[in-house]
């Protein structure tokens, strides 16, 4: 493996490819994700013995679907010539090291919530100001952290490495690149968040979706359908970007 910085992280560049390869196979990713989407997203509205067995079922399905969509993604060739259902399969092999890997990654983002905290807390109350100091500071702490790791769940699926090994060699890869790296996830970031607020804004105005909690269910589910194969699709062409 080469470690030879690629400096190649043009946001729009980075849009193009990874929509390139999502439409080589756009109906097979579609039903993909719909077989975990949609059922996950009425897990909210249907009549579970426990909320939380509901949330468990449907924590772990997504976790798989986007290991599944991840797997596709790197794998463009094995994502054109086998089914959604065989491509499911191919990717379980590498479910503990994915799951290890998004779980240490959702720890890592947990100064920020914290960091968020304080600042709330300095104003209303009011504290000191030098908790919003420190708040400001682990959340800046935070976002560095989750840049240095923002490629880690998909190395641990593209180099066949434990989670440990992921995060390390993420640290590597992103080392000379916070700054493209920062633009990059940014640029993703506000369009998953235009598209999400464009399509939430029309089901309120067109289909009263606040009044009804089915239809924003299915407004929900139809997001997933596109916004999440867009972002793991993003990601992995960053992944590929920087280790060439």
């Keep these: 493996m080469s470690k030879k910085v690629n400096t190649n992280l043009n946001s729009i560049s980075i ?7 999502w439409a080589k196979s756009f109906w097979k990713i579609l039903f993909m994700t719909a077989i975990v989407a949609i059922p996950g997203s009425y897990t909210r509205v249907l009549a579970f013995d426990s909320v939380n067995d509901a949330s468990i079922i449907a ?9 599944a969509l991840t797997y596709s993604f790197l794998n463009d060739q094995l994502l054109v010539k086998n089914r959604f259902t065989k491509l499911y399969v191919l990717s379980s092999g590498r479910f503990l090291p994915f799951l290890f890997a998004s779980i240490i990654f959702s ?18 109350v009011p504290l ?12 800046v702490l935070c976002l560095y952290m989750m840049l240095r790791f923002s490629v880690a769940t998909v190395l641990v699926v593209q180099n066949d490495i434990t ?4 995060f390390r060699l993420s640290w590597q890869v992103t080392s000379k690149n916070l700054i493209r790296l920062f ?19 029309g089901a309120d105005y067109f289909l009263s979706a606040a ?18 194969p867009l972002f793991i699709s993003y990601s992995v062409e960053i992944t590929k970007r920087l280790e060439r």
């Design 15 to 21: 849009l193009k490819d990874s929509c390139a390869i």
């Design 59 to 67: 924590s772990i399905a997504g976790l798989y679907l986007t290991l």
């Design 107 to 124: 720890v890592v983002t947990l100064p920020a919530a914290l960091g968020v905290s304080l600042i709330i807390l300095a104003i209303s």
């Design 128 to 139: 000191s100001p030098l908790f919003i100091v420190l708040g400001v500071g682990l959340i």
């Design 163 to 166: 989670a440990f090994n992921a």
């Design 183 to 201: 633009i990059a996830w940014a640029f993703v970031l506000i369009i998953s968040v235009a598209i999400s607020g464009i399509v939430l804004t």
């Design 211 to 228: 009044n009804n909690i089915y239809i924003q269910v299915a407004v929900n589910a139809l997001l997933l359908l596109f916004v999440l």
